[in-house]
Structures are given as structure tokens and as C-alpha cells.
């Protein structure tokens, strides 16, 4: 019986697990999306009704980190295998371009912190 060869078996292996990475990667990217971008545009727009928008805005700013570093920390070990191998889909274009949803989400929440948007709409004062 022929024995595999140890180097083909470790090039699949890592392969397979580059592939799972991948995919856990666009559960991340997803849920990063949906959690973190549909809330921080909610959150948003209710601290922004509020008297003190901006402690409020803060408030919810630090949550959805503290959210979204919960849910990193899962996914670490992964970015990082992918970002060792300088994968494409973990370069910062693609991420950023995979995650607007989040950032936006995220964005509109610091405009509130921040006093750029509140019950008055959104602008410098």
C-alpha cells in the first residue's frame, strides 16, 4: 500500500483549513454587518433624540465595541493565519469594502457622540 506523501498531506490540510478560515471570515464579515450596522444606525438615531445625545451617543459607541470585540475574538486566530499568508480577501480594500454596512453603522453613532448629528439633523455647529 502506498503511503501519502507528508508534504501533499500538510499542503491539504493547510488548504482545507485556509478554506474554513475563508468561510468563518464571511460569517464575520455578515454578522458584523447585521449586528453591528443595523444596530449602530438604530442606536444612532435614538441617542440623537435625546437631550444629551452626545453621553448617549458615547454610550452606545462603547457597546457596539465592546459587541464587536466579543465577537472578534473568535475569528482572531483565523484573520491572522490569513493575514500571515497575505490573503487577498483579508487585505484592508476588501475588508473595508465587505464591512461598510458595519462602518456605517458604527459611523452614525461617533456623528452623534461626536454632536455632528442630533434631533436637529446632521451638521457642524
Known amino acids: 500500500m502506498h503511503e501519502p506523501d507528508p508534504m501533499e498531506r500538510e499542503r491539504t490540510e493547510h488548504r482545507h483549513f485556509v478554506e474554513q478560515a475563508l468561510a468563518d471570515l464571511e460569517r464575520y464579515f455578515r454578522h458584523s454587518n447585521e449586528i453591528l450596522g443595523m444596530s449602530g444606525f438604530v442606536l444612532a438615531l435614538s441617542a440623537a ?73 446632521l451638521g457642524v455647529r
Open 49 to 121: 433624540q435625546l437631550d444629551a445625545s452626545s453621553f448617549y451617543g458615547w454610550l452606545c459607541l462603547l457597546f457596539l465595541v465592546a459587541v464587536w470585540f466579543n465577537g472578534f475574538q473568535s475569528y482572531r486566530k483565523k484573520m491572522h493565519t490569513l493575514l500571515a499568508n497575505r490573503h487577498p480577501r483579508i487585505k484592508t480594500k476588501a475588508v473595508l469594502r465587505q464591512t461598510w454596512i458595519a462602518l456605517t453603522g458604527m459611523a452614525f453613532v461617533a456623528a452623534v457622540a461626536l454632536n455632528l448629528l442630533d434631533q436637529n439633523g
